[in-house]
């Protein structure tokens, strides 16, 4: 079953931009809380950015804080990461993922789950010159 078109991934140089999107298919995101999450190779899985629609507190890790955006269009029922000032070290699959409000009480308890009820089907971004 998909429950997102995930779509954006692709070659940026250091210091470029790209912009993620995923959108969802089949539940409404009024109803979810988000977040993308990104694996490297021999790395595990890390929560970079979530959005809480609870209390509508967005987290970032330190990795990506200042230079990543996480948001939202309800009437698209489409996510998006803005990713800007890329270095090498953002090279990896990017996940989008969703789990019911309820279940997750802000945007930082949503980036360190690993099992979530919804998933992306992931996008290579790879930074590189």
């Known amino acids: 079953q998909v429950h997102f078109v995930e779509s954006g991934g692709g070659l940026a140089q250091p210091g470029g931009s790209l912009r993620l999107s995923c959108k969802a298919s089949?539940?409404?995101?009024?109803?979810?809380?988000i977040g993308w999450f990104r694996q490297s190779p021999g790395k595990e899985l890390e929560g970079v950015s979530c959005?809480?629609?609870?209390?509508?507190?967005?987290f970032y890790s330190d990795s990506v804080k200042g230079r990543f955006t996480i948001s939202k269009d309800n009437a698209k029922n489409t996510m998006y990461l803005q990713m800007n000032s890329l270095t090498p070290e953002d090279t990896a699959v990017y996940y989008c993922?969703?789990?019911?409000?309820?279940?997750?009480?802000?945007?930082?308890?949503?980036?360190?789950?690993?099992?979530?009820?919804?998933w992306g089907q992931g996008a290579l971004v790879t930074v590189s010159s």
């Open positions: 959005l809480s629609s609870s209390d509508g507190s967005a």
């Open positions: 089949g539940f409404s995101l009024d109803y979810y809380t």
């Open positions: 993922g969703a789990e019911p409000t309820h279940y997750v009480p802000n945007g930082q308890a949503m980036c360190a789950k690993r099992h979530l009820e919804r």
